[in-house]
């Protein structure tokens, strides 16, 4: 039976039921009613391979939790799915990236996705099979083995419908981005629906990363029908991104816009699926600005980036790649774990070291540094493997039982990284992931090095230390001479200053060294964007009156503000 009355998920409980509720899930066997121990282990290199599932049928909720998630390493279990018996996975991404979060549980509160603070991991996409339906979890990670607890529940059926798409999610990445063309996320063959996509990002340089357009190339298109206007655009934020879940898109995890920095994020195409007919290709462009916009704006940036496609097609689908091994798929972060240095530490004072279990189950030893005083101080070295730029972040928590008052100064090399680091935990991930440092960008020679940590308040006392993470930078993308962008923003800068100026002393001023003289406009826009000095004064008197400033340079203009907006 079908009315209209009944077509939405509350209304189709009241029709009659069709086929068979089925469950295969870790439960421990054969001790299935008094037992607790349900999860998988899987040591490095285990596959974990569910009972077939036998159809017709469709999948319609999927929920795993690991320790792997505790461990900030989500993306070591890698889920396929093998659609009818077929060669080629269906479904073939790192855990972590297909449930929208990355390497480390936060928040997400979507319709088809959701997971919590603590890890639980639950999906509601529908997955129909014909034939068969093979599940696999595999631990990519050489050198940890995770429990895995797992429950798939789907229905047999009689039949499906004709001309049934099935469900797909790859993976793919770019560690940097090619420079030169768009990053792509999808190349797809064949007719269906496009419904997500989940993009990790990890900035290479300083500034905004996301100027760049998504664009859709529909059945074959040169020119693309549907095009964006920014990355946070199609992400359906604006004006850069923040930790923000909802049912639709949203940023899980978002950091900021310092090199090293980055963030997960996922929009669902359910309510706008893009279809075709026979064929789709997806990019983005990796397009950003510099810290200033006057410095490059829209510029193509080597960012860091991955991506999980997500969508329905009827027929096999064309080939989408191999999917990288763990450390190759992990942003080439080189991580020094700290309790390796434990014998080789030196301490200044009467405070010392020790190893110490925290995390998740005790898994995460740490180095704890309790009851230091003022003028103590610890030394720990690191060794770098090649010259180069690293952009370094430490991984930590507060140490001892009760957490620290005040903050601990930490050196690179003698020279301060940060005045006061807490490792206060923050957001969502509070007792689970745990918070880490931002130590700034530091030319490395290859060798040794040391990282200093001493007390930055008369009330810091106690400090816990995992990990210190590097990872080198490519060279930084700059545009020399500057065009047009550039110069747009070096207006805007004129303009918000002559506005000020208007509001503030009811007249223009009489040239752009009156405004500098006022203290309302910085030396650099006395020039223009390469560095012209730049001619000013008025046109015209009373309402109508402008402020002007022409560059003398080859195509250079003669922009000018009537002082009543930031803008011209």
Same mark, same amino acid.
């Given at each position: 039976?079908?009315?209209?009355?009944?077509?939405?998920?509350?209304?189709?409980?009241?029709?009659?039921?069709?086929?068979?509720?089925?469950?295969?899930?870790?439960?421990?066997?054969?001790?299935?009613?008094?037992?607790?121990?349900?999860?998988?282990?899987?040591?490095?290199?285990?596959?974990?391979?569910?009972?077939?599932?036998?159809?017709?049928?469709?999948?319609?909720?999927?929920?795993?939790?690991?320790?792997?998630?505790?461990?900030?390493?989500?993306?070591?279990?890698?889920?396929?799915?093998?659609?009818?018996?077929?060669?080629?996975?269906?479904?073939?991404?790192?855990?972590?990236?297909?449930?929208?979060?990355?390497?480390?549980?936060?928040?997400?509160?979507?319709?088809?996705?959701?997971?919590?603070?603590?890890?639980?991991?639950?999906?509601?996409?529908?997955?129909?099979?014909?034939?068969?339906?093979?599940?696999?979890?595999?631990?990519?990670?050489?050198?940890?083995?995770?429990?895995?607890?797992?429950?798939?529940?789907?229905?047999?059926?009689?039949?499906?419908?004709?001309?049934?798409?099935?469900?797909?999610?790859?993976?793919?990445?770019?560690?940097?981005?090619?420079?030169?063309?768009?990053?792509?996320?999808?190349?797809?063959?064949?007719?269906?629906?496009?419904?997500?996509?989940?993009?990790?990002?990890?900035?290479?340089?300083?500034?905004?990363?996301?100027?760049?357009?998504?664009?859709?190339?529909?059945?074959?298109?040169?020119?693309?029908?549907?095009?964006?206007?920014?990355?946070?655009?199609?992400?359906?934020?604006?004006?850069?991104?923040?930790?923000?879940?909802?049912?639709?898109?949203?940023?899980?995890?978002?950091?900021?816009?310092?090199?090293?920095?980055?963030?997960?994020?996922?929009?669902?195409?359910?309510?706008?699926?893009?279809?075709?007919?026979?064929?789709?290709?997806?990019?983005?462009?990796?397009?950003?600005?510099?810290?200033?916009?006057?410095?490059?704006?829209?510029?193509?940036?080597?960012?860091?980036?991955?991506?999980?496609?997500?969508?329905?097609?009827?027929?096999?689908?064309?080939?989408?790649?191999?999917?990288?091994?763990?450390?190759?798929?992990?942003?080439?972060?080189?991580?020094?774990?700290?309790?390796?240095?434990?014998?080789?530490?030196?301490?200044?004072?009467?405070?010392?070291?020790?190893?110490?279990?925290?995390?998740?189950?005790? !898994? $995460?030893? +740490?180095? &704890?540094?309790?009851? /230091?005083?003022?003028?103590?101080?610890?030394? =720990?070295?690191?060794?770098? *493997?090649?010259?180069?730029?690293?952009?370094?972040?430490?991984?930590?928590?507060?140490?001892?039982?009760?957490?620290?008052?005040?903050?601990?100064?930490?050196?690179?090399?003698?020279?301060?990284?940060?005045?006061?680091?807490?490792?206060?935990?923050?957001?969502?991930?509070?007792?689970?992931?745990?918070?880490?440092?931002?130590?700034?960008?530091?030319?490395?020679?290859?060798?040794?090095?040391?990282?200093?940590?001493?007390?930055?308040?008369?009330?810091?006392?106690?400090?816990?230390?995992?990990?210190?993470?590097?990872?080198?930078?490519?060279?930084?993308?700059?545009?020399?001479?500057?065009?047009?962008?550039?110069?747009?923003?070096?207006?805007?800068?004129? !303009? $918000?200053? +002559?506005? &000020?100026?208007?509001? /503030?002393?009811?007249?223009?001023?009489?040239? =752009?060294?009156?405004?500098? *003289?006022?203290?309302?406009?910085?030396?650099?826009?006395?020039?223009?964007?390469?560095?012209?000095?730049?001619?000013?004064?008025?046109?015209?008197?009373?309402?109508?009156?402008?402020?002007?400033?022409?560059?003398?340079?080859?195509?250079?203009?003669?922009?000018?503000?009537?002082?009543?907006?930031?803008?011209?």
């Amino acid at each position: 039976m079908s009315h209209p009355a009944f077509g939405d998920l509350l209304g189709a409980l009241a029709l009659p039921p069709v086929g068979r509720s089925r469950r295969v899930s870790s439960n421990e066997q054969p001790n299935w009613n008094d037992g607790n121990f349900d999860s998988t282990y899987l040591q490095p290199g285990d596959v974990l391979e569910m009972p077939l599932l036998e159809g017709p049928g469709c999948i319609n909720h999927m929920w795993f939790t690991s320790h792997a998630g505790g461990m900030g390493e989500l993306n070591a279990l890698t889920l396929r799915i093998y659609w009818d018996g077929r060669a080629e996975p269906g479904v073939e991404a790192p855990l972590g990236d297909f449930f929208a979060v990355g390497q480390a549980p936060e928040v997400v509160e979507s319709v088809p996705v959701q997971v919590s603070p603590s890890g639980s991991l639950t999906c509601y996409w529908r997955m129909p099979f014909a034939r068969s339906a093979r599940i696999t979890v595999t631990n990519d990670n050489p050198n940890r083995g995770y429990g895995l607890y797992w429950q798939v529940d789907w229905v047999e059926l009689p039949e499906l419908p004709e001309g049934t798409g099935y469900f797909h999610a790859r993976y793919r990445q770019e560690y940097p981005a090619v420079m030169g063309r768009d990053y792509l996320i999808a190349d797809l063959k064949g007719t269906g629906q496009y419904v997500g996509t989940v993009m990790s990002v990890t900035n290479a340089q300083d500034g905004w990363f996301g100027e760049g357009d998504d664009f859709f190339y529909i059945d074959g298109e040169e020119v693309p029908s549907l095009q964006g206007t920014g990355s946070e655009d199609y992400f359906n934020d604006a004006w850069a991104m923040r930790p923000r879940p909802s049912h639709w898109f949203g940023q899980p995890h978002w950091q900021g816009w310092s090199e090293g920095d980055g963030g997960v994020m996922y929009r669902w195409h359910i309510p706008d699926p893009v279809r075709f007919t026979r064929s789709l290709k997806v990019t983005m462009e990796h397009k950003g600005n510099a810290p200033l916009s006057e410095d490059a704006w829209y510029i193509e940036r080597p960012d860091f980036f991955s991506s999980v496609a997500f969508w329905y097609q009827t027929g096999e689908p064309a080939p989408f790649g191999e999917l990288p091994g763990y450390p190759e798929r992990c942003v080439p972060w080189v991580t020094h774990h700290l309790v390796r240095t434990f014998r080789r530490a030196r301490a200044e004072g009467a405070a010392r070291l020790k190893v110490q279990s925290t995390g998740m189950f005790g !898994g $995460r030893p +740490v180095l &704890a540094w309790e009851d /230091a005083q003022p003028g103590d101080r610890i030394t =720990l070295p690191f060794t770098v *493997e090649e010259d180069g730029r690293y952009v370094a972040r430490l991984m930590g928590f507060p140490g001892g039982e009760g957490g620290t008052g005040g903050g601990f100064a930490v050196e690179i090399d003698g020279k301060e990284a940060h005045p006061a680091v807490t490792f206060r935990p923050s957001g969502f991930s509070r007792g689970y992931v745990m918070p880490d440092a931002m130590l700034g960008t530091h030319e490395l020679t290859k060798g040794e090095h040391t990282l200093t940590f001493r007390p930055a308040a008369p009330d810091a006392r106690s400090l816990g230390v995992e990990t210190l993470r590097l990872l080198k930078l490519p060279p930084p993308a700059v545009r020399s001479p500057k065009t047009n962008n550039e110069a747009h923003f070096y207006r805007i800068g004129i !303009g $918000r200053a +002559v506005y &000020a100026y208007r509001l /503030a002393y009811d007249e223009l001023p009489e040239s =752009l060294q009156a405004l500098h *003289e006022s203290g309302l406009l910085d030396a650099r826009y006395l020039n223009d964007e390469n560095g012209y000095p730049l001619e000013s004064g008025g046109e015209g008197g009373g309402a109508e009156g402008r402020f002007a400033a022409r560059s003398p340079a080859p195509r250079g203009g003669t922009p000018s503000w009537r002082g009543l907006a930031p803008r011209r």
